[in-house]
């Protein structure tokens, strides 16, 4: 005998029969480009937490894998080149734009750019922006010089070129502890809070190792991993952002089980790569076998 359509195990099965519907029709969708997951492109910084990591001194031997553990965790984040660092490099520099990763300049040599020349200051920003553009069909819209060292006279000519300067709000010292990844995440532990813009190093396999087992805190605390941009929106050429120093402890990450951290690869860090001073020698420059050593 058929069952009567308005019984309990009709309209069960009609409840059933829906929710297998929709959940098909979102597949579909997201097979087909119909319907997209949500990348930090999407993210409204003013109504979740975001973060924004930031790579100096590259490109680098260690960048490429930074780039897989940021696409493995759908992640950006803005990198700032050192501009004969990318003519040595450019195809290095084209993975990190190709990764869809915001560039930066970084300056073209890495000099303190409040104590050379005066007259040596514009090229420091035109000829690592032509590098950056000629590798990445990118011209570089944000700045951070050397040491975050900067005055109204550098960001004068900043603003010539485009760039506003990018400092930061926590900085971990990952180059002073290298290897030392402990006393690294701690200055995270208690210095991240929404909004922050972070300054690491590339150039440092230690690092990146911090950054592969730190985004799973970061993750499990609701943060957003955002470019610059993202975070702060649209930037004035010659205005400036941040500080050079972190401010109060701010203390609001909450620690994950032990278990939740990948562990790292057998592999040790070997010495970080000397990046000071960074001189352009003919033929030799820092993007050289010894990286300016």
């Given at each position: 005998?058929?069952?009567?359509?308005?019984?309990?195990?009709?309209?069960?099965?009609?409840?059933?029969?829906?929710?297998?519907?929709?959940?098909?029709?979102?597949?579909?969708?997201?097979?087909?480009?119909?319907?997209?997951?949500?990348?930090?492109?999407?993210?409204?910084?003013?109504?979740?937490?975001?973060?924004?990591?930031?790579?100096?001194?590259?490109?680098?031997?260690?960048?490429?894998?930074l780039l897989q553990i940021l696409?493995?965790?759908?992640?950006?984040?803005?990198?700032?080149?050192?501009?004969?660092?990318?003519?040595?490099?450019?195809?290095?520099?084209?993975?990190?734009?190709?990764?869809?990763?915001?560039?930066?300049?970084?300056?073209?040599?890495?000099?303190?750019?409040?104590?050379?020349?005066?007259?040596?200051?514009?090229?420091?920003?035109?000829?690592?922006?032509?590098?950056?553009?000629?590798?990445?069909?990118?011209?570089?819209?944000?700045?951070?010089?050397?040491?975050?060292?900067?005055?109204?006279?550098?960001?004068?000519?900043?603003?010539k070129f485009g760039l506003a300067?990018?400092?930061?709000?926590?900085?971990?010292?990952?180059?002073?502890?290298?290897?030392?990844?402990?006393?690294?995440?701690?200055?995270?532990?208690?210095?991240?809070?929404?909004?922050?813009?972070?300054?690491?190093?590339?150039?440092?396999?230690?690092?990146?190792?911090?950054?592969?087992?730190?985004?799973?805190?970061?993750?499990?605390?609701?943060?957003?991993?955002?470019?610059?941009?993202?975070?702060?929106?649209?930037?004035?050429?010659?205005?400036?952002?941040?500080?050079?120093?972190?401010?109060?402890?701010?203390?609001?990450?909450?620690?994950?089980?032990?278990?939740?951290?990948?562990?790292?690869?057998?592999?040790?860090?070997?010495?970080?790569?000397?990046?000071?001073?960074?001189?352009?020698?003919?033929?030799?420059?820092?993007?050289?076998?010894?990286?300016?050593?």
């Amino acid at each position: 005998m058929p069952k009567r359509r308005d019984s309990r195990a009709w309209q069960y099965g009609l409840v059933v029969l829906g929710v297998v519907a929709a959940v098909a029709i979102v597949v579909v969708s997201l097979l087909t480009g119909h319907a997209k997951r949500e990348t930090p492109g999407d993210v409204d910084c003013t109504q979740v937490k975001c973060v924004a990591l930031t790579f100096d001194d590259g490109p680098g031997p260690y960048t490429d894998r930074l780039l897989q553990i940021l696409k493995d965790n759908d992640a950006k984040a803005t990198f700032f080149l050192i501009g004969n660092k990318v003519a040595a490099n450019p195809a290095g520099a084209k993975r990190i734009a190709d990764a869809g990763m915001e560039i930066g300049s970084h300056t073209w040599e890495h000099p303190n750019m409040t104590t050379i020349p005066p007259q040596d200051v514009p090229a420091q920003f035109s000829r690592a922006s032509d590098a950056i553009e000629a590798a990445t069909g990118q011209r570089p819209k944000l700045v951070r010089t050397a040491g975050g060292v900067i005055n109204d006279q550098v960001l004068a000519e900043a603003k010539k070129f485009g760039l506003a300067d990018i400092n930061w709000d926590v900085i971990p010292f990952d180059w002073i502890n290298d290897a030392n990844i402990a006393a690294t995440r701690y200055m995270l532990m208690t210095q991240i809070k929404p909004g922050s813009v972070v300054l690491f190093h590339d150039t440092y396999s230690s690092t990146v190792d911090l950054v592969y087992q730190f985004i799973p805190v970061l993750k499990a605390n609701g943060y957003h991993l955002v470019t610059v941009s993202q975070l702060l929106g649209p930037r004035e050429p010659g205005s400036t952002y941040g500080a050079r120093d972190n401010g109060p402890p701010a203390n609001v990450l909450q620690e994950i089980a032990a278990d939740e951290i990948p562990s790292l690869p057998n592999t040790p860090s070997p010495p970080p790569m000397p990046n000071f001073p960074i001189t352009d020698i003919p033929g030799a420059n820092s993007g050289g076998p010894n990286n300016g050593a």
